[in-house]
């Protein structure tokens, strides 16, 4: 067969997997030698492109979800980092200047064994032993109170605040010091400490 038959016979083959709805371009419309490997390499390109253009779609974005603790859903606040919150492992040893003033007599009594001084300074009657102490028998229970080993214990140890008293402990008893139940709030609060009493002897076990 000649060179011109083949080339008759591969123009019309060429021509047809041309990309619909796309114009032939001059070399085709001017039957230039060899159209058929020449569109192959103009058009090849293109369809490619066209097939990916149509057959991808973008992913639409998804919005992250957000997993941190909403304070509003909980209805928790949340802590402001600027408070200096307070160091709870620590024994509170402030002083407030109504117990410092009541503190500061009732120290001098014990030093001096002053029994007259810690009944005015002592809530009555006082439960103890199984037994409630009246004014009367309080020089016997004084003796029992503030005997020579306590009273040195109470000259050297701190009172430790605890919500509206203050203790003191001496071994196995624990000294409570708080405003007298029995006097008027706005009295027992005097800012002289003249309404807080030795209210009880705990027992610290």
Request: glycine residues 8%.
């Amino acid at each position: 067969m000649s060179r011109d038959r083949e080339d008759a016979a591969a123009g019309p083959a060429a021509t047809r997997i041309a990309t619909p709805g796309i114009e032939k371009t001059g070399i085709e419309k001017a039957g230039s030698a060899r159209p058929g490997k020449m569109t192959g390499l103009l058009f090849a390109p293109l369809l490619s492109l066209a097939i990916a253009a149509t057959t991808l779609t973008p992913t639409p974005a998804v919005a992250q979800q957000d997993t941190g603790s909403d304070s509003s859903a909980t209805g928790s606040t949340p802590a402001d980092p600027t408070i200096v919150q307070p160091d709870t492992s620590q024994p509170d040893t402030v002083q407030t200047p109504v117990f410092a003033a009541f503190w500061q007599r009732f120290h001098a009594a014990v030093k001096a064994n002053d029994v007259k001084a810690l009944q005015g300074m002592t809530h009555l009657p006082f439960d103890f032993g199984g037994k409630s102490w009246s004014a009367a028998q309080f020089p016997a229970l004084a003796r029992k109170l503030f005997d020579a080993k306590t009273r040195q214990c109470l000259l050297r140890e701190t009172p430790l605040h605890d919500q509206d008293v203050y203790e003191v402990f001496c071994g196995e008893a624990i000294y409570v010091f708080g405003a007298d139940p029995l006097l008027d709030p706005v009295l027992a609060n005097a800012p002289d400490g003249g309404g807080w009493r030795l209210l009880e002897i705990g027992v610290n076990d």
